[in-house]
């Protein structure tokens, strides 16, 4: 199968921030996209499945507060 470069570079990166593969996450968009979803699910999906990885990632630490002047 041929992917583009900025295709496959997207998965790759997509993978290493949740810490995944991006041979089973470009399998699972493929496959969700062959059961009938819309292009437009699998990006909501993938981005809410993105943001939630990082909220839960976060730093638990608070900031330090500043004083203003």
Not at 52 to 62: A, D, I
């Amino acid at each position: 199968m041929r992917v583009d470069n900025d295709v496959l570079a997207t998965f790759k990166a997509r993978a290493e921030m949740i810490g995944g593969n991006y041979q089973t996450l470009m399998n699972e968009a493929l496959k969700q996209f062959s059961q009938g979803l819309r292009l437009s699910d699998v990006v909501r999906e993938a981005i809410h499945e993105t943001w939630e990885t990082c909220l839960t990632t976060r730093p638990t630490g608070r900031a330090k507060k500043v004083k203003a002047g």
